[in-house]
T-cell receptor
Framework: QKEVEQDPGPLSVPEGAIVSLNCTYS??????FMWYRQYSRKGPELLMY??SSGNKEDGRFTAQVDKSSKYISLFIRDSQPSDSATYLC???????????WGAGTKLIIKP | EAGVVQSPRYKIIEKKQPVAFWCNPI?????LYWYRQNLGQGPELLIR????????DSQLPKDRFSAERLKGVDSTLKIQPAELGDSAVYLC???????????FGPGTRLLVL
């Protein structure tokens, strides 16, 4: 079993919908949780960063961490065709900052 | 500010041939990473540099892969000889330190025939 599990999709939704992307993990030592967005033929770019549990909001994006359930989520409100990309979750501990990655979820926003 | 620069962007070679990838990190970033990303997977760390020192190379297949970061700035990753299974995207990333945000280059897409 992988340390970080992420549904690869694809997830296809109409423009304007609320999108929910999720990852589960097994290592309780993880303290830092990140969401990266990767467009086709580009490198990943950091979208959201959360330390420990709780919510963080940035514009249309909200990241949630539930450490008790070992579950993290990324919500996208008012989704746009430009949000179509692969979304990768990544996480690390506080003693070793090596990122452990999910496989990525391919998101398609239909106009 | 310029981002992480990688070259070439694409490379097609025959198996058993050598290949090299180059990376220039963001200015001032001491930490440099090489990752390999297979199709439909997240990036897999190959090696991490702190300045010119390789501090984490446990995932680097040392029989055929080598890397260097002379003068603690740009870096080269080499494969010799390449195998069919090496076909992947090779990503370079840099950060101010290992605890800071990693910034990625566009990657080099390698196809081994």
């Amino acid at each position: 079993q992988k340390e970080v599990e992420q549904d690869p999709g694809p997830l296809s939704v109409p423009e304007g919908a609320i999108v929910s992307l999720n990852c589960t993990y097994s290592n309780s030592a993880f303290q830092y949780f990140m969401w990266y967005r990767q467009y086709s033929r580009k490198g990943p770019e950091l979208l959201m960063y959360t330390y420990s549990s709780g919510n963080k909001e940035d514009g249309r994006f909200t990241a949630q961490v539930d450490k008790s359930s070992k579950y993290i989520s990324l919500f996208i409100r008012d989704s746009q065709p430009s949000d179509s990309a692969t979304y990768l979750c990544a996480m690390s501990g506080s003693s070793n900052y090596q990122l452990i990655w999910g496989a990525g979820t391919k998101l398609i926003i239909k106009p | 500010e310029a981002g992480v620069v990688q070259s070439p962007r694409y490379k097609i070679i025959e198996k058993k041939q050598p290949v090299a990838f180059w990376c220039n990190p963001i200015s001032g970033h001491n930490t440099l990473y090489w990752y390999r990303q297979n199709l439909g997977q997240g990036p897999e760390l190959l090696i991490r540099y702190e300045n010119e020192e390789a501090v984490d190379d446990s995932q680097l297949p040392k029989d055929r892969f080598s890397a260097e970061r002379l003068k603690g700035v740009d870096s080269t990753l080499k494969i010799q000889p390449a195998e069919l299974g090496d076909s992947a995207v090779y990503l370079c990333a840099s950060s101010l330190s290992r605890a800071e945000t990693q910034y990625f280059g566009p990657g080099t897409r390698l196809l081994v025939l």
